[in-house]
């Protein structure tokens, strides 16, 4: 039986359109896989956010991510599939570059990145931008110019400024209500730094605000001596004893960077057996849960509230909102915390006294 000219002219027709229908139904499913999508959402409905971070044993991190850990869990008791791919980059920036490289092609949605070296971003930005994976960056700021070379590129952090400040003032405070802190009386207080890390931005920071206002305050200072001790306990005790060694029991005051190296300076004194009397006022940052210890037990004399509880819940009520392609408008944030400019999410620091600790403690 032949086919006339008619019913052939129909046949192509059908085709054409059969082939149309099914490049777009192809082209919707290519869409919805992964996490190449415009939303983000993966195809099984299901959320997986990546997080790498630059060393996971630094203690304040450590208490981030247990907190992060807490409200993830909090977003599955409410029904959502979410699952968390955690890397420890262990210091190497090309071993982070790798993870994130392996957590697009295992299909994240969204990765939160603790930067190794902050200076050394754009891999990481070429990668998520090639592939649309919107990418958190966390805990250690990159220049803004490095943050605007995407749009779907974030920070979620603090306000290294301000720690500063905040650590002068209660600095200040301190020396102006105790004058005996200037145990040798000669009107100047005799004072050591302990650093993070070099080209770190709040080591940079802390350290200059901090000095900076008790000047300002009117307090005399004089430095005798610094160390860097990579917010790392064992490596302040040691740098700290290194101080006490040529300095005696000449030291007033100890401003520490954290509260790790905090820690690491009591421990120095505590190993040198010399009795808490004699010792220097030591301030930290951080509240950690042993930094907030020791100002409960009168070691440390303050320290300044990093709010890794507020900078956890932003990371994930973000991280969530580009996975699921939800409006970043009205995330659930703390507070009067907002994304500000479409890429900035900052906690405010707090100053904290016994009383502050032993409440942030009881919580
Ligand atoms: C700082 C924190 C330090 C350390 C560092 C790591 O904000 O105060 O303790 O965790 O981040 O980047």
């Known amino acids: 039986m032949s086919i006339s000219d008619k019913e052939n002219k129909m046949i192509i027709r059908i085709t054409r359109r059969a082939a149309v229908l099914l490049f777009a139904v192809l082209f919707a499913a290519a869409l919805m896989t992964g996490c190449g999508s415009d939303s983000g959402q993966r195809r099984d409905g299901s959320v997986r956010i990546g997080v790498t971070l630059y060393d996971q044993y630094d203690t304040f991190l450590s208490e981030l991510m247990n907190s992060f850990n807490g409200y993830v869990d909090a977003r599955k008791a409410e029904g959502v599939d979410i699952v968390t791919v955690r890397q420890d980059a ?15 092609e295992n299909g994240c949605s969204v990765i939160c990145v603790n930067l190794v070296d902050r200076t050394e971003p754009t891999p990481i930005i070429d990668m998520a931008r090639k592939n649309d994976v919107p990418i958190i960056f966390f805990n250690r700021e990159l220049v803004e ?17 301000q720690s500063g ?12 209500a105790h004058p005996e802190a200037d145990k040798n009386g000669d009107g ?26 008790m000047i300002q305050k009117g307090i005399i200072l004089d430095k005798v001596g610094y160390a860097i001790a990579n917010w790392n306990r064992v490596q302040a005790r040691s740098k700290m004893e290194q ?10 005051l100890v401003l520490a960077n954290n509260d790790d190296m905090a820690m690491g300076a009591i421990e120095a004194y505590e190993g040198r057996e010399i009795p808490q ?4 006022v030591i301030f930290g940052i951080d509240g950690t849960e042993v930094g907030l210890q020791a100002v409960v037990s009168g ?23 580009l996975a699921t392609g939800k409006p970043l408008q009205n995330l659930s944030l703390p507070g009067e915390i907002r994304l500000e400019d ?8 707090k100053k904290v006294d016994q009383k502050a600790a032993e409440e942030i403690l009881s919580k």
């Open 90 to 104: 262990a210091g190497s920036q090309s071993l982070q570059n790798d993870e994130v490289a392996e957590m697009i």
């Open 145 to 161: 110019e490095d943050l605007m070379q995407w749009d779907r590129l974030y920070y979620v952090g603090a306000d290294a400024f």
């Open 165 to 176: 400040i905040l650590q002068g003032e209660m600095a200040t405070e301190y020396c102006k």
């Open 188 to 213: 100047s207080i005799q004072y050591v730094v302990l650093e993070g890390e070099a080209g770190h931005q709040d080591a940079i920071i802390r350290t200059e605000y901090s000095v900076d206002t």
């Open 243 to 252: 101080l006490i060694d040529s300095s005696g029991t000449g030291i007033e």
């Open 277 to 280: 009397e004699e010792w220097p």
């Open 299 to 321: 070691k440390m004399a303050g320290t300044v509230y990093n709010d890794k509880d507020g900078q956890a819940q932003a990371m994930e009520a973000l991280a969530y909102a």
């Open 342 to 349: 479409n890429k900035y999410i900052r906690l405010p620091y």
